[in-house]
């Protein structure tokens, strides 16, 4: 079962880096545009799925079948981002005025269809398990999973586009390639949950204000939500830099991203088990808030990225994925918990409601980032190019570059956790709000 739940990061973890990865570079270093109204179309599509996402979690609330609540969507909307991925990149229109226009049209419709995958997914866990420890598990195969996908796809994507040709003809191999990890992910997730417990959905709320009120009464959540969120745009605005800083700092066009990638994502496939047992010590709370300092202190080291030899660059990156790896672990592990209280508090099992809202955020977090990175470009003055090559740049240019994957990602990603000092659903805590809950509910059976 776990095995099986997780393969559907597959399907999360190609969707979630190739965009941040490459969608920018692709409107500003083939397309020829400007940096800030490519940071633009990046943006507006995928905060689109903070208004669609509720709606997803609302409407898999509602659906029966013989299937579940959860599970058609991981088949039918995978499949249909799988499709409309492949033909984001298949650049019908050349570097003609009409190309970033059709991109934008359709990001916007890839990432609907990825909103009505993606919530369902991530609901699913709630429902599975009952168990505190069990949801930890769940989670760390999930992110082993994920720390795969994101590996393959970050590292191999810059490699199908160089070794196709390039420019808008490579982008077209290349997303043929991460459509056909979406369709294994999410054929994987369906056949793998098979046999999954799917819980039972009671009600949803019907609009987003109720939702919206909901979640305000669950302080754990909100406060989760909050730090996630931020943290989001920290990792997307450096995963944004990603190429930007191999072409520019490092001088590394060829191989740069491709090591950079998997400098960052690599180590996290070792340390998930020792990330683990440090929950297990310390709690998920403090760990994520130490996965949370080793990324924005390792973050930080990296302004010394040009003037080091590139290798050093790169074991600090591993550094900081390490911190990445736990950071999802624990936020993902702590998020079925704060369900679980939800519906212990109030006996109603919504757990598309606030997975709805999470990925919503999640979506905003991800696509502010790159939308981040490239107002720094714009800044400092980043020239784009229609070629298929990045230009050269000037001095400052190239400081933002190095300041927008360093700096920014740091100062987002380490001070928000002090708001975690407010998260205070410990195991003991829900395990006597569910205690109280099945006391109640017992009593109201009739003798």
């Not at 790169?314 to 672990?329: C, D, E, F, N, R």
Request: net charge positive.
């Amino acid at each position: 079962m776990r095995a099986g739940y997780a393969l559907g990061s597959l399907a999360t973890g190609a969707f979630g880096t190739v965009p941040g990865l490459l969608l920018l570079p692709y409107l500003t270093d083939n397309l020829g545009v400007a940096a800030g109204f490519a940071g633009l179309l990046v943006l507006l599509p995928k905060a689109w799925d903070v208004l669609i996402n509720p709606v997803a979690g609302r409407v898999s609330d509602r659906t029966v079948s013989r299937w579940g609540a959860r599970r058609p969507y991981l088949l039918f909307a995978g499949l249909g981002v799988a499709v409309l991925f492949a033909l984001m990149f298949a650049g019908p229109f050349g570097t003609g005025a009409a190309a970033p226009v059709y991109v934008a049209v359709a990001f916007l419709a890839t990432a609907t269809a990825y909103a009505f995958f993606q919530v369902p997914y991530v609901a699913m866990p709630a429902e599975m398990t009952e168990d505190y420890s069990e949801r930890t598990r769940l989670m760390t195969w999930r992110v082993a999973v994920l720390a795969i996908a994101i590996l393959v796809s970050g590292a191999v994507a810059p490699m199908v586009v160089n070794s196709t040709g390039g420019g808008v003809a490579g982008h077209r191999w290349m997303g043929l390639f991460v459509a056909a990890l979406i369709v294994a992910g999410s054929l994987g997730a369906f056949f793998g949950t098979a046999k999954a417990p799917t819980g039972r959905v009671t009600e949803s709320e019907p609009s987003l204000r109720a939702q919206l009120a909901v979640v305000r009464a669950n302080r754990p959540f909100t406060v989760l939500l909050t730090v996630f969120v931020v943290q989001s745009v920290g990792v997307a605005t450096m995963l944004a830099g990603v190429k930007y800083l191999a072409d520019h700092v490092l001088h590394r066009p060829e191989d740069g991203p491709t090591l950079l990638f998997a400098c960052f994502v690599g180590p996290a496939l070792l340390v998930m088990p020792l990330w683990s047992r440090v929950g297990a010590r310390l709690g998920k709370s403090r760990s994520l808030v130490l996965a949370s300092v080793l990324f924005a202190g390792g973050a930080l080291a990296l302004v010394l990225a040009g003037s080091v030899p590139p290798v050093v660059a790169y074991v600090v990156t591993g550094l900081i994925g390490v911190g990445y790896a736990g950071q999802q672990v624990f936020a993902m592990a702590m998020l079925p918990d704060c369900v679980a209280y939800d519906a212990a508090r109030t006996g109603r099992r919504q757990a598309g409601v606030f997975t709805g809202l999470w990925t919503a955020g999640e979506t905003l977090g991800l696509a502010l980032g790159p939308g981040l990175y490239a107002l720094v470009l714009q800044l400092t003055g980043y020239v784009s190019s229609d070629s298929g090559t990045a230009v050269a740049q000037s001095d400052t240019a190239r400081l933002g570059v190095l300041l927008g994957f360093t700096v920014v990602p740091a100062l987002l990603v380490g001070p928000v956790v002090l708001l975690l000092r407010r998260y205070d659903l410990t195991p003991e805590r829900l395990a006597s709000v569910q205690v109280a809950a099945d006391t109640t509910a017992a009593d109201r059976v009739p003798a």
